[in-house]
């Protein structure tokens, strides 16, 4: 059974930066896809960005895709989501997730492991 671990949220102002990041304990990540997803106060959760096994290229969505980038280290068994040019609306509670295929989807429902999620809160 696999664990994962978020830890890098917080408060922080507009144009601030942040890097998430989400560590499995109990399986390795190599061979899986991963996704940061998120999650407001009366809003759906959302995909935010995903990569996948070796040769997948990792992919953030649309509304953030020129300000947040997702990465892994296999030997740290860690993925990544770093987080630039914050503003109000990216605050939510952000969740990693795990999907046991080699390639990432944006829908939630295909992921099997989730993590407990941090709070990111970005004041104007």
């Known amino acids: 059974q696999v664990q994962l671990v978020e830890s890098g949220g917080g408060l922080v102002r507009a144009g601030d930066s942040l890097r998430l990041a989400c560590t499995a304990f109990?399986?390795?990540?190599?061979?899986?896809?991963m996704g940061w997803f998120r999650q407001a106060p009366g809003k759906e959760r959302e995909f935010v960005a995903g990569?996948?096994?070796?040769?997948?290229?990792?992919t953030s969505a649309y509304s953030v895709e020129d300000r947040f980038t997702i990465s892994r280290d296999n030997a740290k068994n860690t993925v990544y989501l770093e987080m630039n040019n914050l503003e109000p609306e990216d605050s939510a509670v952000y969740y990693c997730?795990?999907?046991?295929?080699?390639?990432?989807?944006?829908?939630?429902?295909?992921?099997?492991?989730w993590g407990q999620g941090t709070q990111v809160t970005v004041s104007s």
């Open positions: 109990g399986s390795t990540l190599s061979s899986y896809a």
């Open positions: 997730a795990r999907r046991r295929k080699p390639y990432w989807t944006r829908d939630a429902a295909d992921f099997d492991s």
């Open positions: 990569t996948g096994g070796t040769g997948s290229v990792p």
